[in-house]
């Protein structure tokens, strides 16, 4: 049988289980990071992209030829505006200035029209998403071909496309057997979708918020309250507040992690196993180790490798950026 995938949306998904053998062999458990970064556009976000795309079109929201407006910290936007261009849209992305210059030039490279604003709290109008909204509404008064807003953090068919996806694929990959899920949340989707598939197919499958600092979400969680602490230089993860995509997200415990702890094992990944992966990424396989080593030696955990690490050269992979910082800087760097 030919094995041939029919274009780029055809791309997106499916993507492989990988074993993490130094994370692995450390908790005495099994530790898989399900290969996001290998999606087409590099990230997680195609598929958020492709499933709110797809609904919109469902609901007759796009018309051919019809603009595509987000506010992304990067990944969305590449995403939506690939998706767009396989289907004929175009894409207005605005991303906060302080994001990476190398998804700056990916969204220039493949056509998105970007604009670049402060990078300010969500309760200022200014804010990348809130002022996207703005800009959306502003466009259809001009646009022939009409406005889709996005709309990741509240358009729930962003984690739908992960509970119909992502989820159901971690669960065939491990023929059901595993014992915990976690990853970090900037719209939640992904976390919230996948445990959503999970657990109503094993309720006893832990799902386990993984936070890095600056979030306010591990206080909710723990404590009822939204309030954040400290800060990361990770990007598109972090959050403030509760979601559409996180409302309702069968989250059972909670585990907070911090840049000097994810970013030595970012570098081992690549030096020790040939896998070059982002910040979040870094959160992710933290988190994981740390909910193996609370469930003991003998389990399976699950996360998210959420997109490559090229796409951050010029801060986790740059000695002046990470000295500067005062955060831990790797030998092979220098
Ligand atoms: N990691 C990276 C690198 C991302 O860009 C994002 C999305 N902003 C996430 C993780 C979080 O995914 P989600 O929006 O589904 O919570």
């Not at 992304?72 to 936007?77: E, I, Q």
């Not at 590449?78 to 998706?83: D, E, F, Q």
């Not at 509404?137 to 022939?144: A, G, I, V, Y």
Request: proline share 5%; aromatic share 6%.
């Amino acid at each position: 049988m030919p094995d041939i995938r029919d274009g780029f949306l055809d791309s997106i998904g499916n993507t492989p289980l990988i074993k993490l053998r130094k994370a692995s062999e450390l908790t005495g458990c099994t530790i898989l990071g399900k290969a996001e970064f290998l999606n087409p556009g590099g990230s997680v976000k195609d598929r958020a992209a492709l499933a709110i795309i797809q609904d919109a079109e469902a609901k007759g929201l796009l018309r051919p030829g019809g603009v595509i407006v987000e506010g992304t910290a990067g990944n969305t936007g590449i995403g939506l505006t690939l998706v767009a261009n396989a289907l004929g849209y175009r894409s207005v992305i605005v991303m906060p200035e302080t994001q990476s210059q190398e998804k700056k030039d990916m969204l220039r490279l493949i056509g998105a029209d970007l604009r670049l604003v402060p990078a300010v709290p969500y309760a200022n109008p200014g804010n990348y998403v809130r002022y996207s909204e703005t800009l959306a509404r502003e466009l259809e008064t001009t646009e022939p071909n009409g406005v889709l807003w996005a709309n990741q953090f509240d358009n729930v068919a962003n984690r739908l496309g992960h509970f119909n996806t992502t989820g159901p694929e971690i669960w065939n990959q491990t023929d059901g057997k595993l014992d915990a899920f976690t990853c970090a949340v900037g719209t939640g989707g992904t976390l919230a979708g996948i445990g959503m598939a999970l657990k109503e197919r094993n309720k006893d499958i832990r799902i386990v918020l993984a936070d890095p600092m600056g979030s306010a979400l591990y206080n909710y969680y723990a404590h009822g309250e939204l309030k954040a602490e400290g800060g990361s230089i990770t990007e598109g993860i972090g959050q403030g507040r509760i979601t559409k995509n996180l409302e309702g997200a069968p989250i059972d415990d909670q585990v907070r992690v911090t840049d000097e702890e994810a970013l030595p094992l970012i570098f081992d990944l690549v030096r020790q196993e040939g896998l070059v992966l982002g910040g979040s990424s870094g959160i992710n396989v933290m988190a994981a180790i740390k909910v193996a080593q609370t469930l003991g030696p003998g389990h399976t955990v699950v996360t998210v490798l959420c997109d490559y690490g090229t796409r951050y050269q010029s801060k986790l992979f740059n000695p002046a950026f990470l000295a500067e910082r005062n955060l831990p800087v790797p030998d092979w760097l220098t």
